[in-house]
């Protein structure tokens, strides 16, 4: 990566947009000039990026054709409006929203399971980012597919509020003030407390009785890994977590894996940690490992005492870092390195 680019980051007043900005500085991306955007900001807001600070630019009067890459940490609605215009000015965008993820000319990419579908950018010069609770996964389920074969997944989310923004975090950490001062809370961006709480709603419900984060889960998992017949059936849950994604995952394969083997794959594997000891505390959690770190970590594998070719395994990452952030840098990475 002997050539340098120039790079915008629109949301960069976001947590993933944060984090972004962090990893890039932290892992010396090749940078010529990097810009921070956001859809509203007042003229006196700032980014940090590594020992500098930037000041935040409205990205209405952007120039995009000023820049090579451009990270959309931002929402649908931003993503729909300004990317199409980031094209056109000859950007290539990585987009975090689900404003592109299905369309079948942008490739979905988790660096560690599909790197080579990045090439597929050339069609409209997008690449989309998948939902931090499907990359964590894909990253720890990708060696037992490639060794044993996955053909059903069962799995339950416990996502953290940060899923949720800024917003998510300001209403756990409102909440409970209230309640340990013994003042009522009045839940405002959730359907119910979420402090000292946790429901099984994250996005709409479908007419399938499925809410649209479950069928994400299902329709990303699917196309990242090329099996649009997958049998996947997700429960996804928010809790009272700040940062963090945890997973209980079941999966069926093709051919028998013992945990014994499983564990093995899985300690080899890019991008994994496993944390896997049968004592008090030999297991990652949100809190004690996941936070701030570029790892998904991977315990309880055992093998399903239900049916013969099973497999169960406790998953946690940091789901803005790792999930989001870690995802678009690692994807840029590889654009620069092979195809730029």
Same mark, same amino acid.
């Given at each position: /990566?002997?050539?340098?680019?120039?790079?915008?980051?629109?949301?960069?007043?976001?947590?993933?947009? =944060?984090? $972004?900005?962090?990893?890039?500085? *932290?892992?010396?991306?090749? $940078?010529?000039?990097?810009?921070?955007?956001?859809?509203?900001?007042?003229?006196?807001?700032?980014? +940090?990026?590594?020992? *500098?600070?930037?000041?935040?630019?409205?990205?209405?009067?952007?120039?995009?054709?000023?820049?090579?890459? @451009?990270?959309?940490?931002?929402?649908?609605?931003?993503?729909?409006?300004?990317?199409?215009?980031?094209? @056109?000015?000859?950007?290539?965008?990585? +987009? +975090?929203?689900?404003?592109?993820?299905?369309? *079948?000319?942008?490739?979905?990419?988790?660096?560690?399971?599909?790197?080579?579908?990045?090439?597929?950018? !050339?069609?409209?010069?997008?690449?989309?980012?998948?939902?931090?609770?499907?990359?964590? /996964?894909?990253?720890?389920?990708?060696?037992?597919? +490639? @060794?044993?074969?996955?053909?059903?997944?069962?799995?339950?989310?416990?996502?953290?509020?940060?899923?949720?923004?800024?917003?998510?975090?300001?209403?756990?950490?409102?909440?409970?003030?209230?309640?340990?001062?013994?003042?009522?809370?009045?839940?405002?961006?959730?359907?119910?407390?979420?402090?000292?709480?946790?429901?099984?709603?994250?996005?709409?419900?479908?007419?399938?009785?499925?809410?649209?984060?479950? /069928? !994400?889960?299902?329709? &990303?998992?699917? *196309?990242?890994?090329?099996?649009?017949?997958?049998?996947?059936?997700?429960?996804?849950?928010?809790?009272?977590?700040?940062?963090?994604?945890?997973?209980?995952?079941? $999966?069926?394969?093709?051919? !028998?894996?013992? @945990?014994?083997?499983?564990?093995?794959?899985?300690?080899?594997?890019?991008?994994?940690?496993?944390?896997?000891?049968?004592?008090?505390?030999?297991?990652?959690?949100?809190?004690? &490992?996941?936070?701030?770190?570029?790892?998904?970590?991977?315990?309880?594998?055992?093998?399903?005492?239900?049916?013969?070719?099973?497999?169960?395994?406790?998953?946690?990452?940091?789901?803005?870092?790792?999930?989001?952030?870690?995802?678009?840098?690692?994807?840029? =990475?590889?654009?620069?390195?092979?195809?730029?």
């Amino acid at each position: /990566m002997s050539n340098t680019y120039n790079v915008a980051v629109v949301g960069a007043g976001s947590l993933v947009g =944060e984090a $972004i900005l962090d990893l890039l500085a *932290k892992r010396k991306f090749p $940078i010529g000039k990097i810009y921070a955007l956001e859809f509203a900001t007042d003229g006196e807001q700032y980014v +940090d990026f590594g020992n *500098k600070t930037l000041d935040v630019e409205h990205v209405e009067h952007f120039d995009f054709s000023s820049v090579k890459i @451009a990270f959309f940490a931002s929402t649908e609605a931003v993503a729909a409006q300004y990317v199409p215009l980031a094209v @056109a000015a000859g950007c290539v965008v990585i +987009d +975090d929203s689900a404003c592109f993820r299905f369309e *079948k000319d942008v490739p979905l990419v988790v660096s560690e399971v599909n790197p080579q579908a990045i090439v597929g950018y !050339k069609q409209r010069s997008i690449i989309a980012n998948p939902g931090s609770a499907v990359s964590q /996964m894909l990253v720890a389920l990708k060696p037992l597919h +490639d @060794a044993a074969t996955i053909t059903r997944i069962n799995v339950a989310t416990y996502q953290a509020v940060s899923g949720t923004g800024r917003e998510g975090i300001n209403e756990l950490a409102h909440q409970t003030a209230q309640l340990l001062n013994a003042r009522p809370v009045e839940p405002k961006l959730y359907a119910k407390q979420i402090a000292f709480n946790l429901f099984p709603h994250i996005g709409n419900f479908q007419e399938n009785g499925y809410t649209w984060e479950e /069928m !994400k889960i299902v329709m &990303e998992t699917r *196309k990242i890994m090329g099996l649009p017949a997958l049998g996947i059936n997700p429960t996804a849950v928010r809790v009272p977590v700040f940062f963090g994604h945890s997973e209980a995952i079941n $999966i069926e394969t093709e051919m !028998k894996l013992t @945990a014994a083997e499983a564990t093995q794959l899985l300690r080899k594997a890019a991008g994994v940690e496993v944390l896997d000891e049968q004592v008090d505390g030999g297991y990652p959690t949100p809190v004690t &490992e996941a936070v701030n770190s570029d790892s998904v970590y991977v315990s309880r594998i055992r093998e399903d005492i239900s049916c013969p070719s099973g497999l169960s395994l406790w998953v946690v990452a940091d789901n803005v870092r790792k999930g989001a952030a870690l995802n678009s840098v690692q994807i840029a =990475e590889i654009l620069v390195r092979d195809y730029l």
